[in-house]
């Protein structure tokens, strides 16, 4: 035996009612207690969602006390994330490397040495070393994208590698 309609917030009319009766009222309590930057309407919105996941567990007689209840438990939780936020903004953050300037200048350096003798490379040879070594493709795999044998594969491959070695001192 179902309880009377009175008796279950479940009932689809009777949540309505507490809908219309309750949402203005406890929006305009989180206006004035928190303001309008934490948006008072999401959390108007959640208190109701939750209050419906327990429709089968709240007397209607509570429903009123349940949702401001709700309703500000969800914004305080809103106002301790904004303060890590802000606590976390505030903390300097470290943007400094173990690493010393001429370290970094040698570094792009070498990067731009690397680029201009990749470069230089023949097409087919440029494009069976950046499958290789950049995309991770195996010998076979460039070979059947490429429409050669293996062996050329690792010829164009071997032969851009003894190019860039020249090219390039330490590679």
């Given at each position: 035996?179902s309880?009377?309609?009175q008796d279950?917030?479940?009932?689809?009319?009777?949540?309505?009612?507490?809908?219309?009766?309750?949402?203005?009222n406890?929006?305009?309590?989180?206006?004035?207690?928190?303001g309008?930057?934490l948006?008072?309407?999401d959390?108007?919105?959640?208190?109701?969602?939750?209050l419906?996941?327990?429709?089968?567990?709240?007397a209607?007689?509570?429903?009123k006390?349940?949702?401001?209840?709700?309703?500000?438990?969800?914004m305080l939780?809103?106002?301790?994330h904004?303060?890590?936020?802000?606590?976390?903004s505030?903390?300097?953050?470290?943007?400094?490397?173990?690493?010393?300037?001429e370290?970094?200048?040698?570094?792009?350096?070498?990067?731009?040495k690397l680029?201009?003798?990749?470069s230089?490379?023949?097409?087919a040879?440029?494009?069976a070393?950046?499958?290789?070594r950049?995309?991770?493709?195996?010998?076979?795999?460039?070979?059947?994208?490429?429409?050669?044998s293996v062996?050329?594969?690792?010829?164009?491959?071997?032969?851009?590698?003894?190019?860039?070695?020249?090219?390039?001192?330490?590679?």
């Amino acid at each position: 035996m179902s309880k009377p309609l009175q008796d279950n917030i479940c009932e689809s009319q009777l949540f309505e009612r507490l809908y219309k009766k309750h949402a203005k009222n406890l929006h305009d309590f989180l206006y004035y207690k928190f303001g309008e930057h934490l948006n008072p309407q999401d959390q108007v919105q959640e208190a109701f969602i939750k209050l419906w996941q327990n429709c089968g567990k709240i007397a209607p007689a509570k429903a009123k006390s349940y949702l401001f209840t709700t309703a500000n438990n969800l914004m305080l939780n809103v106002v301790a994330h904004q303060k890590v936020v802000l606590k976390f903004s505030k903390k300097p953050q470290k943007h400094s490397t173990n690493e010393t300037p001429e370290f970094v200048l040698q570094e792009k350096e070498y990067h731009q040495k690397l680029q201009n003798a990749i470069s230089n490379l023949t097409e087919a040879q440029r494009v069976a070393f950046l499958m290789n070594r950049i995309e991770g493709k195996r010998f076979k795999e460039i070979a059947e994208l490429l429409d050669i044998s293996v062996k050329a594969v690792e010829k164009r491959i071997y032969g851009a590698l003894k190019k860039l070695r020249e090219e390039v001192d330490g590679l």
